[in-house]
């Protein structure tokens, strides 16, 4: 399947019965194919009329405990931050779909990966996290699709799934896990109580500065539990590796390749994957600190995720970069060339 499709129907066997989206190159297939599915299977499907009013009325649907979802592409997610920030502080789960494309502005449709920082540090205004997975491949994007929703409900917060044009465009094998009959209840849900439980009150607004810093600080000890608990990573040769090439999504498929030619050439590469963003993967490249050379970082921006890459290393190793911007996908030459460099006079 086309991974745009493929996800839209990860996400109805996931439990997904409710879709509000606005049509944007390349993801506009995942809102085509759930104006065609939804009518058939008893959900709901609404192209609303702006970015903005689709994220809100996920805000609503949300509110009231049922798996919602929107999907949408770069400055479509922009529009739609203000209605984030309302949906993490009212504690909901929900899935938010970003199939990347090159920017800033209108930019153009071929794939990037330069809203990192907006994934992991600006979703919208206030302090909040929200979860971030990076597929690698159409399979994963399906099944990342099913752990994002229960991690979504688990920690009452909302999930991104970061794709790209790349990945939302090719065509590749997938199998489905099996439909979810039925979703856990919540009982914190605004879905009627019939006389059988106190109103449940879903709010974001809070007037008394103690009461909104209590909160804030409770919400963040649960965003520890997420950083002690989902930490998401893959690891390619990784165990006696000099070089360790630190790549997600798209990017990571080339960098994979690069590692195999570096490893002709006899150079130790290896390629360690973000699979979450958010909570990045720290724990397993510091472990690899004592062993590594160095770390390039390869991402399709001009350096993004290079910041955590640093942050994680805590300047106990050399940290590079490489990248390709604008919706130029960086060759596997390019990334060994990379690498070659760093390597420098241990060659």
């Known amino acids: 399947m086309k991974g745009n499709e493929a996800m839209a129907e990860a996400a109805i066997r996931a439990g997904c019965r409710h879709f509000f989206g606005y049509p944007i190159t390349p993801q506009t297939e995942v809102a085509a194919y759930m104006s065609k599915k939804m009518p058939k299977i008893g959900g709901t499907y609404l192209q609303a009329e702006s970015e903005i009013a689709a994220i809100n009325m996920v805000l609503g649907a949300a509110s009231a405990g049922v798996r919602a979802m929107t999907s949408s592409s770069s400055p479509g997610i922009s529009l739609k931050t203000e209605g984030i920030s309302y949906i993490a502080g009212s504690d909901l789960p929900c899935l938010i779909v970003n199939v990347e494309r090159g920017g800033p502005g209108l930019g153009g449709i071929q794939p990037a990966q330069s809203d990192y920082w907006q994934a992991t540090r600006a979703l919208g205004h206030g302090d909040f996290h929200v979860l971030v997975f990076a597929p690698s491949n159409v399979q994963e994007v399906v099944d990342l699709v099913f752990l994002a929703y229960d991690l979504a409900e688990k920690y009452r917060m909302p999930s991104l799934l970061l794709s790209d044009g790349l990945l939302g465009q090719m065509m590749e094998p997938v199998s489905f896990p099996d439909p979810v009959e039925k979703t856990a209840e919540k009982p914190w849900a605004a879905c009627g109580h ?19 810093e209590r909160t804030v600080v409770e919400r963040f000890a649960r965003y520890a539990q997420v950083e002690a608990n989902e930490q998401r990573c893959q690891q390619y040769l990784c165990d006696d590796a000099d070089y360790i090439i630190v790549a997600f999504g798209a990017t990571s498929r080339v960098s994979q390749s690069a590692v195999d030619t570096l490893r002709e050439q006899g150079i130790k590469a290896g390629l360690l994957r973000p699979v979450t963003l958010w909570p990045f993967p720290k724990d397993a ?32 190793a050399p940290v590079g970069f490489f990248g390709r911007t604008g919706g130029v ?15 420098g006079g241990d060659r």
């Open 285 to 316: 490249i510091r472990a690899h600190i004592p062993h590594v050379k160095g770390f390039l970082s390869v991402e399709m921006s001009m350096g993004q995720m290079v910041d955590d890459v640093r942050l994680a290393v805590e300047g106990k």
């Open 194 to 212: 019939q006389n059988k439980r106190p109103h449940n009150i879903i709010n974001s607004l809070y007037l008394k500065a103690d009461q909104l």
């Open 329 to 343: 996908i960086p060759k596997p030459s390019e990334v060994v060339e990379a690498v070659r460099k760093m390597a």
